[in-house]
């Protein structure tokens, strides 16, 4: 930073060989780009780069903390995915059999024919609610998630992907209620958040709201919905229901443990989790999953042109895939990754042993990776 840039805090560890990926954070912050955030590298586990900086307020009063969390969006899909593969790895639950097997009021309107792997890659056909449905509908998560076992699916399941924007941690916690008893936010607390020390929440108690950054919501979306086809997944999905990222700032939405896109977390405890992926299963001597199971996210992929998102895509099981047509700014090999709305991104690389997370509170416009994550990303990849 030089002299003339205003004071922005910053702080964390980094090793030297990244330094060029805390500049590009550094002028960021400085810069006013970022507002506030952090970033984290795993190799093999162990941290080589733990940053975080800038504000956790608009007004720019308090410092982003060591253990600031912010809503991050659609990375809580990572973490809901977690939970079903630990499922899947224990037996108890087969991505090649119906969901209705688990759960089997989900059988109804023609979804008995829909596998646990069509919920995983997106391709289901339930992206998300019929109308009429509003963003404090779906904080209910059980009675929501009833809704979606009711209703009939949008297109045939397995025939291709259309982005489970918002209900997507709602069919994993039918899964997961149906099999375990307990909900999606109570198992990842217990199983894998809390063994694994990682401060992520689905359902975070009143307590710890004061550790929250809020969003910065984006600047108006360039996508016209209204031009949509009324009867089209993509129409359907944004619109049921539609949401503005200040539904984030309420206790509701922060308690509610909505697994698409309520997750309060933070670089460090994304990059924790995901690192189960880029580990093969194990973390620090904690062994979570077979490594056949950490392969069963690369193997059949879902790939083609996504219904919601209108591009082309390829989903493995949970996470997305480079595709050579859209995700370009993935780097080849196994790489497990997903971004949420506003710019945020976490990658689980098996090949190389390498977790990468970048979690902030400005939202830029899109719901894949911004500029911003892919300049870190790319930074952190050139160190290696």
């Known amino acids: 930073m030089s002299n003339s840039a205003p004071a922005v805090p910053l702080d964390g560890i980094?090793?030297?060989?990244?330094?060029?990926?805390?500049?590009?954070?550094?002028?960021?912050?400085?810069?006013?780009?970022?507002?506030?955030?952090?970033?984290?590298?795993l190799v093999d586990g162990a941290p080589v780069v733990d940053l975080w900086g800038g504000w956790s307020d608009a007004q720019r009063v308090t410092p982003w903390s060591r253990d600031t969390l912010t809503n991050v969006w659609s990375i809580s899909k990572t973490v809901s995915s977690l939970a079903v593969l630990l499922l899947i790895d224990r037996g108890l639950v087969d991505p090649d059999q119906p969901v209705a097997r688990y759960w089997p009021e989900f059988a109804a309107a023609g979804k008995d024919?829909?596998?646990?792997?069509?919920?995983?890659?997106?391709?289901?056909?339930?992206?998300?609610?019929e109308q009429p449905v509003t963003g404090d509908d779906i904080?209910?998560?059980?009675?929501?998630?009833?809704?979606?076992?009711?209703?009939?699916?949008?297109?045939?399941?397995g025939a291709a992907s259309g982005y489970h924007l918002l209900d997507y941690g709602h069919l994993v916690h039918g899964i997961v209620r149906a099999v375990t008893?307990?909900?999606?936010?109570?198992?990842?607390?217990?199983?894998?958040?809390?063994?694994?020390?990682?401060?992520?929440?689905?359902?975070?108690?009143?307590?710890?709201?004061?550790?929250?950054?809020?969003?910065?919501p984006p600047p108006p979306s360039t996508l016209d919905i209204a031009a949509l086809p009324p009867d089209s997944p993509a129409f359907r999905t944004l619109t049921g229901p539609p949401l503005g990222a200040e539904i984030t700032w309420t206790r509701a939405w922060k308690a509610a443990g909505i697994g698409g896109a309520g997750g309060q977390g933070n670089a460090r405890s994304a990059a924790r989790l995901n690192s189960l992926i880029a580990g093969r299963g194990e973390v620090d001597g904690i062994r979570m999953l077979a490594p056949?199971?950490?392969?069963?996210?690369?193997?059949?992929?879902?790939?083609?042109?996504?219904?919601?998102?209108?591009?082309?895509?390829?989903?493995?099981?949970?996470?997305?895939?480079?595709?050579?047509g859209s995700t370009t700014y993935i780097p080849e090999g196994r790489i497990a990754f997903w971004g949420g709305w506003g710019g945020s991104l976490v990658t689980a690389d098996v090949d190389r042993g390498v977790t990468?997370?970048?979690?902030?509170?400005?939202?830029?416009?899109?719901?894949?990776a911004s500029t911003r994550a892919v300049t870190y990303l790319q930074a952190a990849y050139a160190a290696l």
């Open 356 to 368: 990468f997370a970048y979690v902030m509170n400005r939202m830029s416009d899109g719901i894949l």
């Open 181 to 216: 008893g307990q909900s999606l936010g109570d198992f990842v607390a217990a199983e894998l958040a809390g063994p694994l020390g990682a401060d992520f929440w689905l359902g975070l108690p009143e307590s710890e709201d004061a550790r929250v950054s809020p969003v910065a």
């Open 292 to 324: 056949a199971t950490v392969d069963r996210v690369f193997a059949d992929p879902v790939e083609g042109v996504d219904l919601v998102l209108g591009i082309p895509l390829r989903w493995g099981l949970g996470w997305g895939l480079r595709h050579p």
């Open 14 to 41: 980094v090793d030297d060989r990244f330094a060029a990926l805390r500049d590009a954070f550094a002028a960021n912050l400085a810069s006013g780009e970022e507002l506030g955030g952090s970033i984290c590298v």
């Open 113 to 129: 024919g829909v596998l646990v792997r069509h919920v995983l890659t997106h391709s289901s056909g339930v992206s998300g609610w």
């Open 139 to 157: 904080l209910d998560v059980d009675a929501a998630a009833d809704r979606l076992a009711a209703q009939a699916p949008w297109w045939p399941p």
